[in-house]
């Protein structure tokens, strides 16, 4: 019980910190340090599916759920700055 608690803070910390990194990448659609956070926390789990499907979804610890979250964090940092303007 104690190590899913400690995966999932992991994994909430790491989705923040690749949004963030997705938002100073694509400057001109970041949302914020908050939104940026959100966005990335939610694109983990885009970022995991992506780099899944292109076989790079082995990619273990902290570094590899960085990544997929700024993968994911950059695709949905890019689909809501087309609903944004």
């Known amino acids: 019980m104690e190590s899913g608690m400690m995966n999932l803070l992991i ?4 989705g923040a910190v690749g949004g963030n990194i997705a938002g100073a990448v694509m400057k001109n659609k970041s949302l914020g340090t908050l939104w ?40 949905l940092l890019f689909i809501v700055s087309l609903f944004k303007k």
């Open 36 to 75: 940026n956070s959100v966005v990335g926390i939610l694109g983990g789990g885009i970022g995991g599916s992506l780099l899944g499907l292109l076989g790079l979804g082995d990619a273990a610890g902290i570094v590899g759920t960085v990544a997929s979250s700024t993968v994911g964090g950059a695709v």
């Open 11 to 14: 994994s909430l910390v790491s």
